[in-house]
């Protein structure tokens, strides 16, 4: 019997640790190359949201071969310009060639300097930076990928992930997969000045033991994240999912790239 018990309490232990492994996702890579986009949006022009959202679909959120092994982030190919380190891989066409970067930032640069000097893409900047549909549909129109369903899927991207607001300096932490507010400096003086019972320390102690015992062995487990998920987080767990998947069957293909929202 006690043999059983200690098994038990092993098997909870393990299945606890295995919902809590990391892995790279989305909104992980979101808040990881967030300033980065943010940065060049301010020196290069190219909006931010859009800038995530092509790293999104181009690197499969950082899994694919090409952004771990290679530090490209954009599937940007060599082209006659390119002086760089190179890779080949199969894409459109059998051993394309890709540039190779020391790190990501790198990339991030690169796919700013590729835009802004490349003229096929002038018209870009002609455009609100504000207005992402149109930068998408844009992208598209001169010739970024070959995948005729780009545009949108950098718009359903933008949009489930709210990249459009990713600039406002007090918005958006990443906490337990979940986009959520950042409080102002303002508002953590007067929170402290106030000393609300929820901030004080034993209150919160005893909102946690009121847990129930489910929630304290499994809250962390994927079974019961996913139970207890909103339908914004279904959605975005979702497309997770289909990134990882994509990147499980095939290294990252642009015209092979397909998410159904619904």
């Given at each position: 019997?006690k043999k059983i018990f200690i098994f038990a ?5 393990n299945?606890?640790a ?6 790279t996702?989305?909104?992980d890579?979101i808040l990881?190359?967030?300033n980065i986009?943010?940065e060049?949006?301010?020196q290069?022009?190219i909006?931010?949201s859009?800038t ?9 959120s950082g899994?694919?071969?090409l952004?771990?092994?290679s530090?490209?982030h954009?599937g940007?190919k060599c ?8 890779t080949?891989k199969d894409?459109d066409?059998k051993n394309?060639c890709f ?5 990501a930032?790198?990339s ?16 870009l900047f002609?455009l609100d930076?504000?207005d992402?549909?149109s930068?998408?549909?844009g ?7 070959t995948?005729p ?5 950098l718009i ?8 459009n607001n ?6 958006y ?13 303002d ?5 402290n000045?106030n000393?609300t019972p929820?901030d004080?320390?034993?209150?919160k102690q005893?909102t946690?033991?009121k847990?129930?015992l ?8 994927k079974?019961?994240?996913r139970?207890h ?5 279904r ?5 997770d999912?289909?990134?990882?998947k994509?990147i ?11 998410i159904?929202?619904?």
């Open positions: 019997m309490i092993a098997f909870v232990i299945l606890i295995f919902g809590q492994s990391k892995k996702t989305t909104e890579y990881q190359y967030r986009a943010i060049n949006e301010k290069y022009g909006p931010a859009i995530l959202a092509q790293g999104i679909i181009e690197s499969g899994r694919s071969s952004a771990k092994e530090n490209n954009f940007i082209h006659s310009s390119w002086t760089g380190k190179k080949y894409d066409n394309d540039r190779v970067y020391d790190n930032e790198e991030f640069t690169d796919h700013s300097l590729f835009l802004t000097k490349n003229k096929r893409y002038a018209s002609q930076k504000t992402y549909k930068w998408a549909n992208l598209k129109q001169c010739g970024y990928a995948n369903n780009y545009a949108n899927l359903d991207i933008i949009e489930l992930y709210e990249l990713i600039n406002d300096n007090s918005f932490l990443i906490a337990d997969n979940t986009f959520v507010e950042q409080p102002s400096k508002n953590n003086i007067k929170s000045q000393n929820s004080n320390p034993q209150t005893e946690k033991k847990k129930s489910m929630e304290r062995l499994f809250g962390n487990t079974w019961w994240k139970k998920e909103t339908e914004q987080e959605k975005r767990r979702e497309m999912e289909k990134i990882q994509m499980d069957e095939q290294d990252v293909k642009r015209n092979d790239f397909e159904n929202f619904e």
